[in-house]
């Protein structure tokens, strides 16, 4: 199916909702699950709350880190390397909080590749590998560290950035032909979670209007809080898990700020905070009790 155009304003918000709302390629669709949403917007101007409202019709995936980063269409240049953290336990022995962090990894490799640091995306790379392999992941991820490591090398950043994204379906698809739909929910959403955080972070260093636009979600926090709510009931009793759950509904209230109003610097700080804290606990080596 070909692409559709949607008439909205500003070229930030039309990449952050077309990223919400585009068919998902390459069947991941059926990885993280689909809410249906109407697109028919009046010409000028697709509202937020229109997707929150909207009606069964069409499939809308939660938008990679990559697509976050790509909504910011931000004067000046963003400061990739300073959205690095420090080295991630390669330890964790919870299922659900080695998915979780899985996720945000990733997310960290495309804020390497935005960074355009070699070095950092293979470190990466490596750190992807050990962690999907914590969880069975298939072997064929081997190749795809390998990939990333030659790409990275030789500074082939948009190749990296598509890599990286087929890295991504590659987790998914793994986990959900072992029957691991769960962990795949867990996965995306640790990714949502730090690229997020780095977004957030990214406006409050060089706030703009409009790329502050694309953190008004309530409807994909929505749709997040129900594929938790899908997962098995043991998955869903984990103390990580149950604590992230809950604290999305703080997050759901944090980004639901009025249609077309852009979110000033403190209230783009608070959703920082608040993504910053989830994410905090899902790297801590002690799960919440």
Do not use: C
């Not at 750190?127 to 990939?147: F, M, P, Q």
């Not at 149950?242 to 639901?256: C, R």
């Amino acid at each position: 199916m070909a692409a559709r155009e949607i008439p909205i304003g500003n070229l930030a918000e039309t990449r952050i909702i077309w990223a919400m709302i585009r068919l998902t390629r390459l069947g991941v669709i059926a990885l993280i699950g689909s809410i249906s949403a109407a697109v028919g917007a009046e010409t000028g101007r697709l509202a937020a709350d229109q997707l929150a409202k909207a009606t069964k019709s069409d499939s809308i995936s939660i938008p990679t880190p990559g697509e976050l980063f790509a909504a910011l269409e931000k004067p000046g240049k963003t400061n990739w390397a300073g959205q690095y953290r420090g080295p991630m336990p390669a330890t964790y022995r919870n299922r659900a909080q080695i998915a979780l962090n899985l996720g945000g990894l990733i997310a960290d490799g495309f804020i390497a590749v935005e960074a355009k640091d070699s070095q950092q995306v293979k470190n990466i790379g490596s750190d992807i590998v050990k962690l999907s392999k914590a969880l069975g992941v298939s072997e064929k991820l081997l190749t795809r560290g390998n990939s990333i490591n030659d790409f990275a090398e030789n500074n082939e950043w948009d190749t990296l950035q598509e890599e990286l994204e087929a890295t991504q379906n590659e987790v998914k698809s793994s986990m959900q032909s072992h029957s691991d739909q769960d962990l795949v929910i867990l996965v995306t959403l640790g990714g949502w979670i730090r690229g997020t955080q780095v977004v957030t972070a990214a406006i409050m260093q060089n706030y703009d209007e409009r790329s502050a636009k694309v953190l008004r979600q309530p409807a994909l926090v929505q749709f997040m809080q129900s594929k938790i709510n899908e997962i098995s009931p043991e998955l869903r009793g984990e103390p990580l898990v149950k604590d992230v759950s809950e604290q999305l509904n703080g997050i759901e209230k944090l980004v639901s700020f009025p249609a077309g109003k852009a979110p000033n610097v403190d209230e783009v700080r608070k959703v920082n905070q608040a993504v910053g804290k989830v994410m905090e606990e899902i790297e801590s080596k002690e799960v919440p009790k």
